[in-house]
Nanobody
Framework: QVPLVEFGGGTVQPGESLRLSCRTS????????MAWYRQAPGKERELVGS???????NYADSVKGRFTISRDNGKNMVYLQMDSLKPEDTAVYYC??????????WGQGTQVTVSS
């Protein structure tokens, strides 16, 4: 079973919303901190935000006030609600534990394109 599966991406216009989902399994059961990352073409992968098991969150300045991370521990799901999307939010979005950033595994990600 693939431990991380991201889905929910798509193509939207500026100002619109998308909700991404991440299904976790295996080694990610019960993990305390999960995060969303994104990677735009030609750029490094960057942290979008993270959520602790108790639901406290923090966000990159570029998305603060527009994106919201949540999780359902019972369903092993992590979500990223993205509102007021901008063209610069275009990227492949991934979820993972920060502890696994260097070693993986990584999921396949989900593409988000914001374009008029």
């Amino acid at each position: 079973q693939v431990p991380l599966v991201e889905f929910g991406g798509g193509t939207v216009q500026p100002g619109e919303s998308l909700r991404l989902s991440c299904r976790t399994s295996g080694p990610f059961f019960g993990i305390s901190v999960m995060a969303w990352y994104r990677q735009a073409p030609g750029k490094e992968r960057e942290l979008v935000g993270s959520i602790y098991r108790g639901a406290s969150t923090n966000y990159a300045d570029s998305v603060k006030g527009r994106f919201t991370i949540s999780r359902d521990n019972g369903k092993n799901m992590v979500y990223l609600q993205m509102d007021s999307l901008k063209p610069e939010d275009t990227a492949v979005y991934y979820c993972n534990s920060p502890a696994n950033y260097d070693t993986g595994p990584w999921g396949q990600g989900t593409q988000v394109t914001v374009s008029s």
